[in-house]
């Protein structure tokens, strides 16, 4: 399930890249996918170990600007979008920010 689920967020951030005329090999999502595959199985995204640890983080840089783009284009990214809301609490916390400020 969790390897469906990062195929559906990467296969998300090429449907907007490509709405955007950001020109991607069409094999990027295989590709990837190889990349992350030959990773050490303890292996973390420094995003990850941010927010685990409670410091800011690049969500809204990176899955936060997917979401945003996404919805720009009309295109629906639903993982992306669950993945980042689930984190937007920790980071606003990580940043000292209320609920309410969005």
């Known amino acids: 399930m969790e390897k469906f689920l990062f195929i559906t967020a990467i296969s998300g951030m090429g449907a907007v890249a490509r709405a955007r005329q950001v020109a991607l090999p069409s094999d990027i999502v295989t590709t990837t996918m190889g990349s992350i595959d030959d990773l050490p199985a303890d292996a973390t995204a420094s995003m990850q170990r941010d927010i685990m640890e409670g410091r800011a ?4 840089a990176q899955t936060g600007a997917v979401v945003r783009l996404a919805a720009q ?4 990214t639903p993982v ?3 993945i980042y809301h689930c984190l937007l609490a ?8 209320g609920r309410a400020q969005a």
């Open 90 to 97: 920790m980071e606003r916390r990580a940043r000292g920010l």
């Open 57 to 60: 983080s690049e969500l809204e």
């Open 80 to 82: 992306n979008a669950f």
């Open 73 to 76: 284009a009309g295109i629906a």
